[in-house]
């Protein structure tokens, strides 16, 4: 579920097709995709998820590289968590969170 719907398949096919239309109309720009801290950082349960990121991350710099002569910009940003209703199954138990917690300076998510 997590690949399916971290998808970065979806990404690229929103990313190109404002790209394209852009591109077409002699638009400059830019396109931010949302990513995340563990596209760069192991993180112990979420593998799918980290993966996932990583990729949205690669498609980024690819299509930075591509677009960049066009006059558009392409870039992520990476938060670390989040507290969707799926991130608070597991960071909200103490165990999972608290390590986490401890490494952010202002002490909350």
Known sequence: AVV???STGRAYFVAQAVARNM???GKKG???NVSSQAAQVALSGHTLYGMSK???DNLTKNMALE????GIRVNSINPTVVMTDLAREHWGKPENGGPMLARIPLGRF
Do not use: D
Request: hydrophobic share 40%.
């Open 67 to 70: 677009l960049g002569p066009h």
């Open 23 to 25: 591109v077409q109309n």
């Open 4 to 6: 399916s719907t971290q």
């Open 30 to 32: 830019s396109i931010v």
């Open 54 to 56: 990583a990729g949205l």
